[in-house]
Structure formats: C-alpha cells, structure tokens
C-alpha cells in the first residue's frame, strides 16, 4: 500500500502535475485541462491504471478526465470541485504553514468528543468560522472535534453523507486549505480532530465513479443502494482507492481518527476483511508518522469482531459508537417506544449497557425479529463512544428536536451526567452543552428534481415506524437548514450558562475520576435502586 | 435448538400425529387431510408458529397446508412427496429397523470418500440399487460413500442442487424408508454415509417457501438468484428450519457428515454467523448421540475462517473441499487454462498445495481480478478433501467429459495416486475406480417451459469463459441424463480391473502410511525436480 498522495493529481512544484486514475473501463484517458488554456495531456496505460506527468499546471489548475475521447468526467480522486459534483476537478497543493510539529494526539482514553456539522455550526457555515469557538471548547473540557463528513456533496445544504468525491473537501466549507487551517487550528489548542468518513455508499448525485470502474457490485444491496465492490473482481483497486483516501486525510490532513459510517453497508465475504485492512493500513501509516491514529466503527450490527485484533478473527478497530447505551437512556428519559426504541425502555438495559457495552449481545429483538449482537465484555468500555445526542438521533425524529425540547432541564443535566460519568468515551452533539433549542433537521440541496422528490419519499417512509403527527420538513427546502443552524444565543442565557458551566465542571469530574480511579478501563458496578429508580455505578480501582 | 424431528408433521403412533409449521405470512392455517378422507384441521398459533395435532393419521396420510382459508401448499418441511414437488406432502413414520446400534463412525482420518449421484449410479437408480455395490466399494478400500443431494427436486432428472423440499427424501430414489435401507446397509458394512445438503438457495421450481415466511431476502443476489435469509428479520426461525434438517439426517437418518453445498452463497453479515451455530449445533448432538459426525464446507473463497475454531472467530466447520488441488492436478494433466484453469498450471501451484492446502491464500487471482484467500497452514491436512474429479468438474464442462476421456491411461494412475497418497482425505467420483468412460452431464427434469429454457441460455453462457465448440448437449433431455448413467461394464474388462485393483493397492498403501507415518497429520515436504517433471513428496514423523 503506497502512499496516500499517489491517486488523482498530485501537484508537485513548479508547475509540475502527476494523474493516476483507476479505469478499466476505459481504453483510452486524456487529461482535459482547463486552465490557463484548454488542452489535453495523453496519459498512459499502467495495468488497468491511467497515468502520466505534465508542466504549467498550476495549483488552481482546472481538469477532466476524458475517456475514450468521449466523454469527460471530475476525477474519482478529486481534492477540490470548486464548481460543485458536477464541475471540473482543481489541482491543489499539499503545501501549508503547519505548526503542529511536535503533535502527538491524545490517547484515545482522553478523548472527549464534540460533533459538529460545519455548515449549521456558525452563521458562516465555515472551516474558517469554526475557529474562533475552539477557545470556548476547550474551555469546556473537549479534547476533540469531530467534523460531520466533508467530502465534496451536491449544493452546499448536505449533513455530508451524500458526498460523492472522497478526497475532494466541500468547496462551501472553504475547501482543502481551509480544512487545513482549522485542523492546524486544533492542534495549537491541544484539541483532536476526528473526521467522519464514509466507505459504504456514495451519494445519489454526481456520483461518476461508476464510468471508470467497477467502485459498486450488484450481489448486495445497502439501504442507499449498489453496495461498494469490496470483494469482486476489481476489489483491490477499490480497496487501495479507500485506503489510499484514509491515509491521505491522516498525512495530508494532521486528521487524528476517522469515525466510519455505518460499517453494516460495509459488505465483503473475502477470505481478509476490507476493515482489517485498512486498519492495518492506517494503524501503519500512524507509527511511521509518529501519532496517535484512531479507527472508530459505526454499525448497527453489534459485532464484537469490530473491535477484536486481526489475530482473532476481528478487524482491529480502536472504537465503536455505542447506540444501545443511547436508546437505553433515551427511552428512560422520554419514556418513547416508536420504531428501535421498543427494544429498550427499562432500567435494566441501562444497567446492561453500563455493565457490558452491548445492550444487544445475543438477545431477541422484536424490533429486528432476529437474535442481535454478540458480548462485547471483553472489550474495556473507554473503547466505546456514548451519547445522549448525536446527528442521527436528532435529525432522524421528523421534527428534529433536541433533548432540550423532548425533557425537563433537570433530565438534560441527568443526561450529561449518565454520559460524562460512564466509563465510555462521551460525546457531546453540537449546542448541547447549553440545551440549544434549534432543531437538527435533515438537509439538502440536490438539483436533480426526481432525485429531490425521491428523498422526500424515503424520508417520508423511514418515519411509518414512528407515530409522527405531521409530514416532515422538506429537507430541499433552505429553510429547513436555516432552522438546523445553532442559535447560540442562549449560551449567553442563564440557563445556558448553567448547563454550560454544567457540563464542564462533569468534565473535570471526569478527568479526576481518570486519575483516581482509571475510569474508562473497566466496567462500574451497577446496581439498581427501585422503586426509587436510582442506578447507581460503583468506580473501583480492584474491579 | 430442540429436537430435529419437531417441525412438519411427526408421526407419533396409533395414527396419531402433530403439525408444526414456521408460518409468519399468514394469519391462519390448516392441515387439508386429503387421505384417508379430505377434512380440514386447524393449527393454533404460537407466535409465528403454527402447531395442532390430530388422529386418524395413519403414515401415507397425504396433505397440505392450507393458508388463511385460500391457497393450498405442501409442507417446507414435508418429509416426503410421492408426487412430486407440487403435489400433497407425507405423513411418514420414523420407525425403522435400524441394526447399526454399536456404530460410532470412523475418524475423519479414516474417511476415504466416494461420491455417488443416486440417479445414475445403477440402471435403477434408486437407493436400493445402491446396496449390492456396497461389497465391491467397500473391498476398493472406501469407506465413506457421500451421496449428492437427495432433497425432493422436480420431476426425477436432476443433480439434486435444485431441490425444493430440504427435509424430503427424493421420492423417485426410494423415499425415506430406502434412503434409511442404504444406511443402514453401509453401516452394516462399516462405510460411513456423507450428505450433500444444500443451504445456501433453493431451487427454480417447487419452491412454495415464499408463501409461508421470509426464507429469502433481496439485500443479497447468489448466483441462483435471492439468498436465504439467516440474518435479517425472521433469520432466526430459518436457521431453526435449516439447523432442524441438519439434525435431523443425522438423527433419524444416522447420516455420518453433511458436506454443506456452495458456502460462499450463504450470505450472513450477522455478529452470530449461521455456520458457527451450525457446526455448534451438530456438534452437540453427535456427543448426545455418542457418534463422531462431520460438517464438510465447499465454499468458493478459500477462507480459514470456514475451518478455524468459533473461539478465534471461525465457524469450527471439520472439513474443506479443497478445489485448488483439483485444479493445480487437473491443468498439469490436461494443459487447460481455460476459465478458472487460467490460474493455475504450474507445478509450483500443485506444490503448495501440497504444502499447505490452498494455492490462493492471499495471492492475485487473474480469474477473479482480485486477491484471493487466506493461509490454511495452520489445517492440518487431513481436514482438506482433495480429489482428481468430482460432479461439479466433470458435470460443469460442456460435454461431461471425465479425465478418463482427457488424458492417458497412465495419467489417469498418476491422478489416481496424486490423490490417494496426499495428505488430504481423498475423494473418488463414481466411476474413476475403473476408468469409466460415460460422461456426467448436466440435467434437469423441471416441468416450466420458460425456466427449462433459461437453464439452457444460462448454461450456454456459463461456457462463455471456456473455448468450446458446440452448443451444450440438452439438459432437458432424458438422454443427457441416459448417457450419464455408469456403464459398469468396462470394470469386468482388463483395463477397467487394472485400474480398479492400482486404486485397491493405492488405497492400502494409505492405510499403511496412515500407521507408519501418520499421513494427513502434516504436510510433507515436497521438491520440485526439474525439468524432468517429477514432484516428490517426502512424509516424516518429525516434520
């Protein structure tokens, strides 16, 4: 496995440009250079790559991959599409004025986690903007940020899983550069960066892989369709294609962990998992840059072998988002029974979760109508992320409504509590640590009609579990991402100030009961009080 | 997991019998009785079960299910259907005058396997025919006859991959009672009896499944269309459904090992695979039964993980089909390099196989385009099953045809001792003890025109990777299946009791070199001696 660079255009110096794509569907590709002058530059075949050289090309530089003289198309690697999914692909320079130098990363046990969605975050909606509200999160107790998905998406309203260029950062955020400087900016403030990505689906629109290669396979299908061609013929190049794009955002990017999208679309029968190896991959690439490199699953499947070292028979992964902690609290919070949230509602998963991690490890569930999960007891909790909010369990509610408008202000202080305290690594959802009141609503901007009308169904549809009183909000509509961006005023307000204030002083409890009695290593002792509905967690050095 | 005799209808005594169908699509069912009189019964339901009980059934009794008052079906876990795939199933009696009471079965190190199509084994092509060729198979030095699939299939013209009735024993074979005469007769003289069971599709035509509950899910294509359904809603009752037939070959059969067909399409993203609970289950019962019974995977993707203990996140399947070996031998003998031929050819190829089982163990495949496979090093050999020919590289070619018709006949004594004294327990296809010069075509015996004519164009297309030069014989035809039938005869001429006695001889070498030098335990050592063409294995205690 080379280097993170090698894919798409790497700039060199004085003007010096490299091309390597993938595309053994095509016989002939030609590089269509744009800027300063339209002219093409022959590439050559190498295997079923396509590559070659060329001068006075600038960083700025304009392109499309031509194919078969035919047709042209942004480059699968693309690092920049500063005219959208749809528009030519721009030559950029890896060179910045990092000054992170002696940057480490914490250790995964330190980690408190922020998630943000750069676009609804600040007024701006920019890398740029996000900068100046570090101070603050540090200041709270975070150690680390993690961006909802960057990669280059349709329009500028996307929460980022639509994305269709993996290398390319969304050009409305500020593109590559300005990734960079917030990055940069984090690591000045001793704060982490994680980056979500996503290896199991590409979006609907601008999606163009598909006239290079075989990136998707019809033999498995995902919630989002045509699963990713991880273990058919031309699953190595599709593989190295997503290695090369996890390594590329840890070297080129300082990027310290990557939080991978619902890993259950992840499909490969292959005798050696994808997952595997690109664990392998980054886990190499993090010693030889001398850091701290992290590997975070999202799934639904409760798969223990997630987590599990390559040696047993699992992928290695460092860190699993833990659901079942969050329906368990939820549900004894809102007292909700719609959809997955039947599966949980008594104390006693909870306690499960505190206990063992998986609520889920092997038991009936009447909501999947299948046995789910295996133990994951073996596995010590800080290896697991916790959370009463987060992007999904917000913005999958029709209306999108935060904790703060579902619960009492004592129930969001329980809630801090039930996750700073946990021995999990705890994340915090964007405003939640003053009980920002704005919605977190799904969002696009796609410009295909049938596509839009599309989503609008599916969006429709996924709510027939629920018991919702009113169609949802039309996630086209820009009012319905104007609605989603924090309103931040209320941090000003007492309450906010108080829940605020609130959170921080849990995090420092937090850090203390790191110190004293090396929370995170090992499962509390949990005992439920009934009927006085008190769990109470015993922390002890000798567990 | 409960008895394997609890689902369709079990025969207790006195004409008494209860029903127990896996029914969640329906909201009510019956047994229509149609024999001795036609009467309706009704089954109470217990969750997505439904289950009653009747007298006055007397074994022979003939019936269907009939779903919410409407349609009529015969049983997915009928046991026997006397007239075919879309008639009324059976009520059959378990009793049989088994007199295999001391059998234990030999050690998978003992097996030494012949693999036999019942239809075109004997001009009867029943099972009883089976049993005077016991003696003559048992003098060659088998001992474990494996029979393929004998799942009720329409019509009686079929390999048996097509079969529709997991639990019903092909009634145009002899049914169950004759399939429990042919154990017995093998047991008697100390031949282990080997299933071939299919889990991973069911066949075109006869499969009324759908009707009754989610057996098959869209999110995965095989190559024979919906997989079965082990790890989405209602996956927990197919594996009941498929768990309960291995059981119950091996318990109210005293069936030895189920070679379990096509793995690479049972398709199981669950954190609990299917297989693992398989091989947990019939392992289980082999204790409680106090035999040594066997679960042999074929499987497509030459992965340890089929072999390697549940503990380390295998599925502790026993045995592997080991087709790499097949096809290191077979393009050495023929110079083939058509289709998956074209990686393989060397002697290098058949060396490490000799070395370590599989040839692709993580290597680039030119055939699949992709890497392929994982180590099996740490197997010891005796758990691979090797062989020179079986039905699937005899039948897969477009004219059936056998070695016997591609190479010399010392060639044929070459292939013969390649195999016998490997390390791996050797297999035999019917008929290769003497030379046998008939093919093993393709055939089928299905009722529907149109799927009659898609089994033609697929099996056209299936030879697209091969350079043949005319059309596949008929698979409809009763001539295909004619000319596939044994002609026997060749075994009372000089050439065919030549061979037939050098396998005897070979057969007793191994037995020899099984107590001399613990053949199978180990890999040898093998030299390449070039360019003189020879291949030496060297087996020591010490390795």
Chains 1, 2 share one sequence.
């Not at 058919?232 to 991978?260: K, M």
């Not at 999990?424 to 799904?442: D, Q, R, V």
């Not at 509509?477 to 931040?488: G, K, N």
Request: net charge negative; with cysteine.
């Amino acid at each position: 496995m080379r280097l993170p660079a090698e894919l798409g255009a790497v700039y060199l110096k004085n003007n010096h440009c490299t091309f390597k794509v993938w595309a053994p569907n095509a016989k002939q590709v030609e590089v269509l250079l744009l800027t300063p002058g339209e002219r093409l530059l022959p590439l050559q075949m190498e295997g079923d790559y396509f590559c070659g050289q060329g001068g006075d090309i600038p960083p700025g530089s304009l392109y499309f991959y031509r194919l078969n003289g035919e047709v042209d198309r942004p480059d699968p690697a693309s690092r920049s599409q500063p005219q959208g999914v749809h528009g030519p692909s721009e030559v950029v320079t890896l060179e910045f004025p990092w000054n992170d130098h002696a940057w480490v990363g914490p250790p995964l046990t330190d980690y408190v986690i922020y998630e943000l969605h750069v676009g609804t975050f600040t007024p701006e909606g920019s890398f740029d903007a996000v900068i100046p509200r570090l101070e603050c999160l540090q200041e709270l107790g975070v150690t680390a940020v993690e961006l909802m998905p960057v990669a280059q998406f349709p329009g500028s309203r996307n929460w980022g899983y639509d994305g269709v260029f993996p290398f390319a950062v969304q050009y409305s955020y500020g593109g590559p550069e300005a990734l960079r400087r917030l990055v940069n900016a984090c690591h000045q403030r001793g704060l982490a960066v994680i980056l979500d990505v996503v290896y199991n689906h590409l979006g609907p629109e601008g999606n163009y892989l598909r006239d290079f290669g075989p990136y998707f396979t019809q033999r498995y299908q995902t919630p989002w369709g045509e699963a990713i061609n991880f273990d058919g013929p031309g699953g190595d190049e599709v593989r190295r294609y997503f290695i090369s794009n996890a390594l590329y955002w840890i070297t080129d990017f300082h990027i310290d962990a990557l939080r991978l999208d619902a890993l259950h679309a992840v499909i490969d029968q292959s005798a050696q998992p994808f997952l595997a190896e690109l664990a392998e991959a980054v886990h190499l690439q993090a010693a030889r840059l001398g850091r701290r490199v992290y590997l975070i699953a999202e799934s639904d499947l409760n798969d223990v072998r997630h987590l599990q070292a390559s040696e047993i028979g699992g992928y290695g992964l460092d860190s699993h988002w833990l659901d079942d902690f969050h329906h368990a609290l939820h549900t004894l919070l809102t007292r909700e029974t719609g959809g997955y949230y039947q599966d949980f509602g008594g104390w006693e998963h909870l306690a499960a979760s505190y206990r063992q991690g998986f609520v889920y490890a092997g038991q009936y569930s009447t909501f999947r109508r299948r046995r789910h999960g295996s133990s994951s007891q073996v596995i010590p909790p800080y290896r697991f992320i916790a959370f009463a909010q987060n992007h999904d369990q917000i913005g999958n509610r029709l209306n999108g409504e935060r904790l703060s408008q579902l619960v009492s202000f004592e129930a969001l202080k329980l809630a801090a509590a039930a996750v700073i305290l946990s021995p999990f690594t705890p994340l915090l959802f964007m405003g939640e640590e003053y009980g920002e009141k704005a919605p977190f609503l799904y969002f696009i901007s796609h410009t295909n009609p049938d596509l839009i009308e599309a989503v609008r169904r599916g969006r429709a549809q996924e709510f027939a579990h629920f018991d919702w009183e009113s169609p949802p909000p039309d996630p086209q509509a820009s009012e319905t991402f104007e609605r989603s961006r924090l309103e931040i005023g209320l941090l000003k307000q007492p309450e906010g100030r108080y829940l605020w204030q609130y959170y921080q002083k849990l995090l420092e409890i937090r850090r203390e009961m790191i110190a004293t009695v090396d929370l995170g290593s090992y499962y509390p002792e949990v005992q439920m009080l009934q009927p006085a509905a008190v769990l109470s967690l015993k922390y002890s050095r000798n567990n």
